[in-house]
């Protein structure tokens, strides 16, 4: 099989311009270079890049007018690299994270190369002390970072995505704007018979952060959710599955204030359209669970 060629996508709100450039130095350290570079500028102007940072292969750079959240802004790169034609596998990084190590692409490249039905492919994140949270490990309980293996999910700071992949199941959920949209992509890839891994070889070092950093994170989340809910999951497993996640939600939230906006978001969910509604399959879900994270958590 061909070597798959291979691109990176970052999206940015031009509010972190050392971080943005300390990540493009890393990837252009790397010892396979991309073919194309793409960065998109969620909302804002952008530097010239790849004259100032000497970059490798062929960079883009992409004004978006408004913020269109994180998914959004990645569907803006991959419809330009879409257009281009020239790439088999797209990696998208945050754009405050590092490649620490200088074989990350030729890993990624490899992985696909050796797997037609590989879709998705999860790095590792870690902070700065080399220490990973719990939350970025893509496993129910207290999963080992370091054990790979095929997973039900992916991290959305650092990931591959194989572009015939979404030619077939579709691109991000744009109307997300932050929150679950890795999971509707990856219950997508999944029910399409493509398989995700969870390779944490490849690192992304990123700083240590809380989601709810975020004004709007309990809002959003919870919005998100539901939505999630309606458009992919059998209408049996939809009451569960909610149910589970209000119980979690009020066993973990602390803020009263934070809990006014759960709820918000939860029955803007159920108001607000959700997007086209692909449920999946009960084989889909059996899978799932066999990998150890069945959709109803």
């Known amino acids: ?5 291979l691109a990176v996508a970052v999206v940015t709100m031009g509010n972190r311009p050392d ?12 010892d396979l270079a991309p073919a194309r570079i793409v960065i998109v500028g969620n909302g804002c102007p952008l530097p010239e890049y790849a004259r100032r940072l000497d970059l490798p292969g062929e960079v ?13 802004g990645r569907n803006v790169a991959l419809a330009r690299l879409r257009e281009y034609g020239d790439v088999d596998v797209v990696v998208e990084l945050d754009d405050d994270g590092v490649l620490v190590d200088v074989e990350v692409l030729r890993h990624v490249r490899d992985l696909f190369a050796a797997e037609p039905r590989l879709g998705i492919v999860g790095f ?6 080399g220490e990973t949270q719990r939350r970025h490990v893509p496993r129910v309980g207290n999963a080992d970072p370091m054990r790979g293996g095929y997973v039900t999910n992916f991290l959305g700071g650092g990931h591959a995505l194989r572009m ?3 030619a077939e199941i579709g691109d991000w959920p744009a109307q997300f704007f932050f929150a679950h949209e890795e999971t509707d992509l990856a219950w997508r890839a999944a029910d399409a018979d493509w398989k995700i891994r969870y390779a944490p070889e490849l690192l992304l070092q990123h700083p240590r952060t809380s989601p709810a950093r975020h004004a709007v994170y309990f809002r959003v989340t919870a919005r998100n959710r539901v939505w999630l809910t309606r458009r992919r999951l059998p209408l049996a497993l939809i009451p569960v599955h ?6 979690i939600t009020l066993l973990r939230t602390r803020s009263t204030g934070g ?10 969910g159920i108001r607000e359209p959700a997007g086209e509604r692909r449920p999946m399959r009960w084989r889909t879900v059996w899978q799932l669970t066999r990998l150890g994270r069945p959709p109803v958590i």
Not at 60 to 72: A, K, S
Not at 124 to 129: G, P, S, V
Not at 259 to 268: I, S
């Open 19 to 30: 971080e943005v450039d300390a990540l493009l130095r890393s990837v252009a350290k790397q």
């Open 1 to 5: 099989m061909a070597e798959p060629r």
């Open 164 to 166: 015939s992949m979404l």
């Open 242 to 247: 909610l149910g589970v996640w209000t119980a």
């Open 124 to 129: 590792r994140i870690a902070d700065e002390h």
């Open 60 to 72: 883009t750079v992409i004004d978006v007018e408004e913020n269109l959240g994180c998914p959004g």
């Open 259 to 268: 809990l006014r906006a759960w709820f918000a978001g939860f029955v803007e």
